[in-house]
């Protein structure tokens, strides 16, 4: 019987954590794309912008929906959770946007696409963490 409870508490703690690494991976996964996306325009690196993408519409998808994104916010902000999902779908279509000039070689577009992105992001997050 302890060894039930004891594993049952093990079981519930690792999904508690498994919780809170969902949105830490998504940001760091996120940041990190982000990064490589600058990087890749300042130095003309169309291959470095592409994994860089990969990266953010990767970390995007894991906290875009509206059950994970609510569980982040703090408590008088969770009325606004339907704000922050709206700017998960605004770097959903913006990827896809910076992903089509990059194949038309439309790199100042692409460029603006990926501006669109960091203030999708900045918004967010002057949201959730109450700038």
């Known amino acids: 019987m302890k060894l039930t409870k004891l594993m049952l508490a093990g079981i519930l703690s690792v ?28 130095h003309n690196n169309e291959a470095l912008i592409r994994e860089g993408l990969k990266l953010v519409k990767d970390g995007n998808a894991m906290f875009s929906d509206k059950k994970v994104i609510v569980n982040y916010m703090p408590e008088k902000r969770k009325h606004m959770v339907n704000v922050a999902e709206n700017q998960a779908k605004r770097i959903i279509l913006d990827t896809n946007v910076l992903e089509i000039n990059l194949d ?16 999708a992001c900045s918004r967010c997050h002057a949201i959730v963490r109450e700038w």
């Open 15 to 42: 999904s508690i954590a498994s919780a809170n690494d969902v949105m830490k991976k998504s940001m760091a996964m996120m940041e990190q794309g982000m990064t490589s996306i600058q990087t890749g325009f300042m």
């Open 104 to 119: 038309q070689k439309s790199y100042v577009d692409a460029a603006n696409a990926y501006s669109d992105i960091l203030n």
